[in-house]
């Protein structure tokens, strides 16, 4: 398969940028990346993997994804690297058990991670998969096709407060309740089938004057909807955790985070990994009380006007990366702390 970035429906987002970035990690050792591993953790249509693989010949790349249409388009775009690249179906929380399972030791085996989150262009683009509140298709939104909940089964399932927590909690929606009474009444006759049902019920649920500001009235539903069918948040939770600990001493981590929920957990997961252990009140370090990692951006780094006029959907990116500075002190994040 060949083609430009633009055939495979996928411009990738702040390119430029994650190759700075991630660069001095993957050429530490040789100048065109020999012997560096790199682990794009949400592949996609392949876009940040073919700049990294150009760019840096000698690299080798893992590339995962949990879509097997997305595995199979990154499969034919990036066969001209050959053997350089390593090919997964995977969750991005199952980064180690896959990184194990193409050949590398597993903790400090890895240079460099790129997250680019959310529902990829690629998905987005096919409007049979539901994720477009712009076409009217099934209430699908499985990032996985073989997962065994859908967007329907939520909708026409679900009770109204479980249905309200999902809208107010992944969606941040101010009408949580009110669409949730509007689903249950119109499922009451019929089932909710299409994506043009739901975005027609929500013009019905959401005030006018609400309507008209702050984006697309269903934005927020669908985005909720993304997240509960596919896990995005407590799988992202897992992720970010077990990627640090797979880096080496010097290795780098960029994550890409296209809304405020997802952002939130990777600055506190980057917060606490670059924060000293030792209590404050002592004037010196304590030895293996230092942070592990120290940050490379200043906050988020969003994408300049540039870039989003000639690819909207990088509006709403927030980039964050670190970088390893000491081995693991034994002390790693857990999930459960977060």
Known sequence: MT???????HVPVLADRCAALLGPALTRHHGDGTGAVLVDATLGAGGHAERFLTDFPGLHLVGLDRD?????????????????VTLRR??????????????YAGHGSVDA????????????????????????????????PDGALTAADILNGYDRDALSDILHRYGEERFARRIADHIVRRRDRAPLRSTADLVELL?????????????????RTFQALRIAVNDELDVLRDAVPAALGLLAVGGRVAVMAYQSLEDRIVKRVFAESTTSRTPVDLPVELPGHGPEFRALTR???????AEVASNPRSAPVRLRALQRIAAPSGSAIRRGEL
Not at 116 to 124: E, T
């Open 113 to 144: 991670i790129l997250f680019d989150l959310g529902v990829s262009s690629m998905q987005l683009d096919q409007v049979q998969r539901g994720f477009s509140y712009a076409h009217d298709a099934p209430l699908d939104m499985r990032m996985d």
């Open 68 to 84: 097997p249409e997305a595995l199979e388009i990154a499969r034919g775009r990036l066969a001209k690297f050959g053997d350089r």
């Open 3 to 9: 083609g430009t970035p633009a055939d495979f429906g």
């Open 203 to 219: 013009y019905e649920a959401i005030p006018a004057p609400a309507r008209r500001t702050g984006g697309h009235p269903a934005k």
């Open 90 to 103: 995977s969750r991005y929380d199952e980064i180690a058990s896959a990184v194990t399972e193409s050949g």
């Open 299 to 305: 906050g988020a780094e969003r994408a300049d006007a």
